[in-house]
């Protein structure tokens, strides 16, 4: 068999001997392409098309290196339509058309270069090469804009092949999802809130910026009482525009939220406070002047309390987050001036 050094005798491989000496002179003058070129057909899926940035290896050009999971390789100029391959490979595949016709290895039909093969097929095979690389090298982004496609139809149509960084499983497949229906992407925004907004409501404007549309629109949202900080508010169908026939995503606000205002700290729904007394105050009891969430109330004290004893004031505490009617408690912490 020919290894390409020890030929036998009538070979015609092109690599010196018995052959045409202009092809092994330009192969043995040329720095030889990534091993995928010489295999021999193997069993192929579209899955495992690879396609990627990488560097002509004779010229030394920018290209995209491109393998089709058939054991076989080209370069590419540019990404996408209309696939120009680059001139170092399109001089390389004229020799290696003859080449493979001699020795009878992987049929031409096997090639992108050949006309055998179907344009849809091609341009199926190529992009999903390319959208493997989205873990990598290559952006969403990037690969939507060279191609010709939104980011929309590019998970529309091919969002099963891949995930991009930062998704969840559920968040992919909830993004995907979006793409087909035509739902338009969710928008995040922030929101900080004082004391007495969070625990009561309010109105707030928000700063958006759209990426579909290229512009910040500002939005007046209505906060419920009883939000905190680990509150995210869903104002519906103020996300992205939608695709065709599609609807609008919706908005997500994170908010930020005071827990404490004076000598009142919110914990929950709950509020709690200190108040010093005199000893004198403490032995007899009576009425003493308290602040709450609603202003100052007197309380009457108990004869005997006690330094750091605890007392609850029912329903002087946050309102419930989307129970606005049920409030939390008010707990004072006794202690002796």
Not at 60 to 68: D, E, I, K, R
Request: hydrophobic share 30%.
């Amino acid at each position: 068999m020919c290894n390409a050094r020890n030929h036998p005798p009538g070979c015609r491989c092109g690599f010196g001997g018995g052959g045409n000496q202009d092809y092994a002179r330009y192969f043995l003058s040329s720095k030889p392409l990534e091993s995928e070129v010489f295999r021999k057909p193997q069993l192929a899926s579209a899955q495992k098309a690879r396609t990627s940035p990488a560097n002509c290896p004779w010229c030394g050009a920018g290209v995209f290196y491109h393998t089709n999971g058939n054991g076989d390789s080209v370069y590419f100029d540019g990404l996408g339509k209309p696939w120009e391959i680059h001139a170092c490979f399109n001089e390389y595949w004229q020799q290696e058309k003859e080449r493979r016709k001699l020795l009878g290895s992987l049929p031409e039909s096997q090639h992108f270069l050949s006309s055998t093969v179907d344009e849809s097929e091609k341009d199926k095979r190529l992009l999903l090469g390319a959208i493997q690389n989205i873990h990598s090298s290559l952006t969403e982004e990037a690969i939507a804009k060279q191609i010709g496609l939104s980011k929309r139809d590019l998970r529309k149509h091919y969002g099963d092949f891949y995930k991009p960084k930062g998704f969840s499983d559920n968040a992919w497949k909830a993004a995907v999802n979006r793409a087909v229906t035509g739902k338009g992407d969710g928008l995040t925004t922030e929101a900080s809130l004082d004391f007495r907004e969070a625990i009561f409501g309010c109105e707030k404007v928000v700063e958006v910026y759209s990426e579909v549309e290229k512009r910040s629109k500002k939005l007046r949202i209505t906060v419920p009482p009883g939000v905190d900080s680990q509150t995210r508010l869903r104002v519906s169908g103020e996300g992205e525009v939608g695709g065709s026939n599609g609807t609008p995503g919706d908005l997500y606000v994170h908010l930020k939220v005071e827990m404490t205002k004076g000598d009142l700290i919110r914990k929950g729904i709950d509020v709690t406070s200190s108040l010093k007394i005199l000893p004198n105050q403490a032995l007899h009891g009576g009425e003493v002047e308290l602040n709450t969430l609603d202003g100052k109330v007197v309380i009457i004290l108990p004869q005997k309390t006690r330094n750091g004893q605890n007392f609850r004031l029912k329903g002087f505490g946050v309102p419930k987050l989307n129970f606005p009617d049920e409030r939390g408690d008010q707990i004072i912490r006794i202690s002796f001036e």
